[in-house]
């Protein structure tokens, strides 16, 4: 096994490419499986995530190859509607194969995900969404086993908190249902917009986009199409709080700036120098290692402060001179990297879900070895130790594999000084 060592203190300068966006790349190649022919993404990351659902895709009969960033896959061979266990539990975006499995073959056996590092996740509302398109859901042996006879039939679906891939399952069985599905308090971050774009381009018919109410009348055939990968908004946001807690002058690019509204927000209220372009964002500051303003932040559905930069958000604020106080609403477990970054001097206090932040008013964190624990949590840490005085060493790497594309090349490229190294 591999863990990360950073040597701290130094400041980030040049620039940095984003790549495709993890949480889209997931849900667009799993919407492959709902039409034959060769389906074409461009722009898709290589990471441990996209590889483990090309493996599930195999397992279920298709084909695929990858030329450089373009992915081709051949959704003509699918002979399969189960989902092992084996895949599953390594990554829980692997349900987003129920709503495209139903879809075309009116079956799938899919097994339940499970916990988390970040909390309990349940899916009781995409199979409350498939019960209202017609479908049986039986629980036995840790498998949700959901099967229809004939076509998905449409229906009007309601989330009492809005899903992200919860949305997006339901969608992707609603384009080829009979009839007209309607999904209201449907989740809007940017990833569903990228996927009702692929959906339209095969044939579906799909009102409201980026809207918390979404229509879709089903079509009996859908078609292999050719679809663009969105950069990656959490990336970008997570190498934007790494320059303003190391401190520096970079731009981050081939990023969409208007899918961070929350967090360039809190970056200039916590007085970060912040221009943006069209697919660019340059952060400068004036100290390092240090920001001027304390900021709060609650993490809300989107287009509120996203619960995927909450930890790397608590690092920056371990840099300021007051009181910060973060709020989780989304994961009641996701303040794993609060004992972490304890190790390095940070002064956290945790209250349910709440975390209080007292920044080091011009101290510095001190370098540790510290553990990765999920992957967002992995990149505070990385923030942390680029923050720091001294070494830092971050155990169990892979967590950060699963959705950062080459970060040490990235990181490197902007005069850290990181590497690889067996533990
Ligand atoms: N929830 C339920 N029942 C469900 C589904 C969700 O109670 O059936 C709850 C969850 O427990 C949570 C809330 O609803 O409290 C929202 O969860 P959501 O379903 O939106 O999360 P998700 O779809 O499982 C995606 C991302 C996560 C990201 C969340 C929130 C993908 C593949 N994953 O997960 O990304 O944190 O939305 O924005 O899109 C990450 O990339 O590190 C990551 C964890």
Not at 47 to 74: A, H, N, V, Y
Not at 112 to 136: D, S, T, Y
Not at 215 to 229: D, F, P, Q, R, Y
Request: aromatic fraction near 4%.
């Amino acid at each position: 096994m591999k863990k990360l060592v950073i040597e701290g203190g130094r400041a980030l300068h040049g620039e940095v490419h984003i790549s495709g966006a993890k949480n889209a790349a997931l849900p667009l190649i799993a919407a492959s499986l709902l039409a034959p022919g060769i389906h074409i993404l461009h722009n898709v990351p290589d990471l441990r995530d996209t590889r483990t659902i090309l493996r599930l895709l195999e397992s279920l009969g298709l084909s695929w190859e990858r030329q450089g960033s373009t992915l081709k896959i051949d959704g003509t061979g699918l002979n399969c509607s189960e989902a092992s266990y084996e895949l599953v539990k390594t990554m829980r975006a692997s349900v987003l194969v129920l709503g495209p499995l139903l879809a075309r073959l009116g079956r799938a056996k899919v097994s339940l995900p499970g916990g988390c590092a970040i909390g309990a996740r349940p899916i009781n509302f995409h199979l409350m969404g498939f019960e209202h398109l017609g479908v049986r859901c039986d629980l036995e042996h840790g498998y949700v086993d959901a099967r229809i006879d004939g076509r998905l039939q449409g229906g009007t679906v309601y989330f009492d908190i809005p899903s992200v891939t919860g949305t997006e399952n339901l969608l992707m069985a609603a384009a080829l249902a009979e009839g007209t599905t309607i999904i209201k308090n449907a989740a809007r971050e940017p990833e569903i917009g990228n996927l009702i774009d692929m959906l339209t381009g095969m044939g579906a018919v799909i009102e409201g986009k980026h809207s918390e109410r979404l229509t879709v009348h089903g079509v009996e055939k859908l078609t292999a199409s050719e679809s663009t990968i969105i950069p990656d908004r959490i990336e970008a946001g997570t190498y934007a709080i790494a320059v303003a807690a190391a401190g520096g002058d970079a731009m981050i690019k081939d990023c969409d700036p208007g899918h961070l509204p929350s967090l360039l927000e809190k970056l200039r209220l916590a007085g970060v120098g912040l221009e943006t372009g069209d697919d660019w964002i340059r952060i400068t500051t004036t100290a390092r290692n240090h920001v001027t303003n304390v900021v709060d932040v609650t993490t809300m559905p989107y287009p509120g402060y996203p619960t995927d930069l909450q930890a790397q958000f608590m690092a920056l604020m371990t840099c300021s001179d007051g009181l910060s106080v973060i709020h989780e609403t989304i994961f009641e477990n996701r303040f794993m990297h609060v004992p972490e970054l304890q190790r390095m001097g940070a002064d956290i206090q945790i209250d349910g879900r709440v975390a209080m932040v007292k920044g080091l008013g011009g101290n510095l964190l001190t370098g540790a070895q510290v553990m990765a624990t999920d992957l967002r949590a992995s990149s505070s840490l990385v923030i942390a130790g680029l923050a720091a005085a001294g070494r830092t060493d971050i155990s169990r790497i892979y967590h950060l594999e699963r959705g950062y594309e080459n970060m040490v090349d990235k990181l490197t490229g902007l005069g850290a000084t990181v590497w690889k190294e067996d533990e």
